[in-house]
Nanobody
Framework: QVQLEVSGGGLVQAGGSLRLSCAASGRTFSSYAMGWFRQAPGKEREFVAGINWSGGSTYYADSVKGRFTISRDNAKNTVYLQMHSLKPEDTAVYYC?????????????????????WGQGTQVTVSS
């Protein structure tokens, strides 16, 4: 059974940092793209960052570019989201996801519909 366990959320002051982790289990994930999304109250789920199967290619939403870094450790089946210079507008529930339908995909998927397994989400709250 595929599971994605997300951890690392919390409350932080503006300008602070957090690191989210997403540990995958149930099968090997090293051939598949993974991504981070977030959803604020009353808003649609939005793409934050994605990483290809090898970790050699990444893509970021403009709103987080230069502040967030996505990485992965395929030996640990884990993807990370390092967040720096956090802003109140980064407050949301953060989800990790994996696209297990298309191995070795060249283009990093950015739409929620392109991912078929999701973690449970973790709350990130940035106070001003």
């Amino acid at each position: 059974q595929v599971q994605l366990e997300v951890s690392g959320g919390g409350l932080v002051q503006a300008g602070g940092s957090l690191r989210l982790s997403c540990a995958a289990s149930g099968r090997t994930f090293s051939s598949y793209a993974m991504g981070w999304f977030r959803q604020a109250p009353g808003k649609e789920r939005e793409f934050v960052a994605g990483i290809n199967w090898s970790g050699g290619s990444t893509y970021y939403a403009d709103s987080v570019k230069g502040r967030f870094t996505i990485s992965r450790d395929n030996a640990k089946n884990t993807v990370y989201l390092q967040m720096h210079s956090l802003k109140p507008e980064d407050t949301a529930v953060y989800y990790c996801a994996v696209d297990l339908l298309r191995p070795f995909r060249v283009v990093i998927p950015r739409r929620p519909s392109e991912y078929n397994y999701w973690g449970q989400g973790t709350q990130v709250t940035v106070s001003s």
